[in-house]
């Protein structure tokens, strides 16, 4: 069976996703269009690239992911010197790291730009803080006078991933014409975490209504739950309480979405208590998350039919249906 998925972000919780994917691939699914948020990108883009959900297993146990927060000589520096780096570089880590991984990942399977792969396999979500609006990689990246072809998927990723305040925003300076004085400041633009405007993007493959000639493919939803619902966020200073509204706002804003159009179509994987940015999580409990995700995808397809997915489309009045072709 055929089908588009879309992957939530979660940062590290996205393990679950990959357990998720595995099962899935197991039950003969196979993926068409891919799209995905912050670390969900991730996922997307490795399957879009080729990966399977078994290899993805393999990434994991060989990846430490504490690896991607490299600390520059100001972290020597206690308390004042990660303070000046946020100042200065508006993050606490680079992000660099996490950027090279995943390049090699995909170079590993002859990936490198946006044109490497089939028109409209991937679309990656960002934010553009400069000027407030969502990205939906690479087709918006011209916006910027940015060739999308050319735009590597690497970088997408990194822009998706960028959760703000912990790791650095990317910048990138405007290559269109320019306005009459129009400040140098203002030439560069800020670009960080797609789940800071849509960190479950489950409406980005829907269609109304199918043509003569062609199919209507499922669009599944891949989703994190148990988000910090053990421990409330602990706000000791400002910075504490920047972050704590973030992650608020990357767990709750899509809920509603998913509640008004049913679960019928969304995939929910229990996160077994696990923090965004736990990059220091263990073997043991990284395992643990992917046997979590490949339970969910089991629990899930036990139920489900092609029928039923048209006929709660139909009855719930909502656009979840992709078209392709025959």
């Given at each position: 069976?055929?089908?588009?998925?879309?992957?939530?972000g979660?940062?590290?919780?996205?393990?679950?996703?990959a357990?998720?994917?595995?099962?899935?691939?197991?039950?003969?699914?196979?993926?068409?269009?891919?799209a995905?948020?912050?670390?969900?990108?991730?996922?997307?883009?490795?399957?879009?690239?080729?990966?399977?959900?078994e290899?993805?297993?393999?990434?994991?146990?060989?990846?430490?992911?504490?690896?991607?927060?490299?600390?520059?000589?100001?972290?020597?520096?206690?308390?004042?010197?990660?303070?000046?780096?946020?100042?200065?570089?508006?993050?606490?880590?680079?992000?660099?790291?996490?950027?090279?991984?995943?390049?090699k990942?995909?170079?590993?399977?002859?990936?490198?730009t946006?044109?490497?792969?089939?028109?409209?396999?991937?679309?990656?979500?960002?934010?553009?803080?400069?000027?407030g609006?969502?990205?939906?990689?690479?087709?918006?990246?011209?916006r910027?006078?940015?060739?999308?072809?050319?735009?590597?998927?690497?970088?997408?990723?990194?822009m998706?991933?960028?959760?703000?305040?912990?790791?650095?925003?990317?910048?990138?300076?405007?290559?269109?014409?320019?306005?009459?004085?129009?400040?140098?400041?203002d030439?560069f633009?800020?670009?960080?975490d797609?789940?800071?405007?849509s960190?479950?993007p489950?409406?980005?493959?829907?269609?109304?209504?199918?043509?003569p000639?062609?199919?209507?493919?499922?669009?599944?939803?891949?989703?994190?739950?148990?988000?910090?619902?053990?421990?409330?966020?602990?706000?000791?200073?400002?910075?504490?309480?920047?972050?704590?509204?973030?992650?608020?706002?990357?767990?709750?804003?899509?809920?509603?979405?998913?509640?008004?159009?049913?679960?019928?179509?969304?995939?929910?994987?229990?996160?077994?208590?696990?923090?965004?940015?736990?990059?220091?999580?263990?073997?043991?409990?990284?395992?643990?998350?992917?046997?979590?995700?490949?339970?969910?995808a089991?629990?899930?397809?036990?139920?489900?039919?092609?029928?039923?997915?048209?006929?709660?489309?139909?009855k719930?009045?909502?656009?979840?249906?992709?078209?392709?072709?025959?």
């Open positions: 069976m055929k089908v588009n998925a879309v992957f939530e979660g940062g590290v919780k996205a393990i679950g996703l357990g998720a994917v595995s099962e899935a691939e197991r039950r003969g699914v196979t993926f068409h269009q891919l995905g948020t912050s670390s969900g990108s991730i996922v997307a883009a490795l399957l879009a690239a080729g990966y399977k959900g290899e993805m297993k393999q990434i994991i146990q060989s990846t430490p992911f504490i690896s991607f927060l490299k600390k520059s000589w100001l972290h020597q520096i206690r308390w004042i010197g990660p303070a000046i780096r946020l100042f200065v570089k508006k993050g606490l880590y680079s992000g660099e790291e996490l950027e090279y991984w995943i390049y990942l995909l170079q590993a399977k002859g990936i490198r946006f044109a490497d792969l089939p028109y409209n396999r991937l679309k990656i979500i960002a934010s553009d803080i400069s000027l609006r969502l990205l939906v990689l690479p087709d918006d990246i011209s910027y006078g940015i060739d999308p072809h050319k735009f590597t998927v690497a970088k997408a990723i990194r998706s991933t960028s959760i703000p305040y912990f790791f650095d925003p990317v910048i990138i300076r405007k290559r269109y014409p320019r306005k009459k004085k129009e400040k140098f400041t030439q633009v800020y670009i960080v797609g789940g800071l405007l960190n479950f489950l409406w980005l493959f829907d269609a109304h209504e199918a043509e000639g062609e199919k209507i493919l499922p669009t599944l939803g891949f989703q994190l739950v148990g988000r910090g619902s053990n421990e409330p966020n602990r706000i000791i200073g400002p910075l504490s309480m920047l972050q704590a509204l973030f992650s608020t706002m990357m767990d709750a804003h899509d809920e509603r979405f998913i509640e008004e159009h049913k679960s019928f179509r969304t995939i929910k994987i229990p996160t077994l208590g696990i923090h965004t940015t736990e990059f220091d999580l263990s073997k043991e409990k990284s395992m643990e998350l992917y046997e979590s995700g490949r339970k969910a089991a629990k899930f397809f036990d139920k489900w039919s092609y029928e039923d997915y048209l006929a709660k489309c139909k719930t009045d909502v656009a979840a249906m992709a078209v392709v072709r025959q």
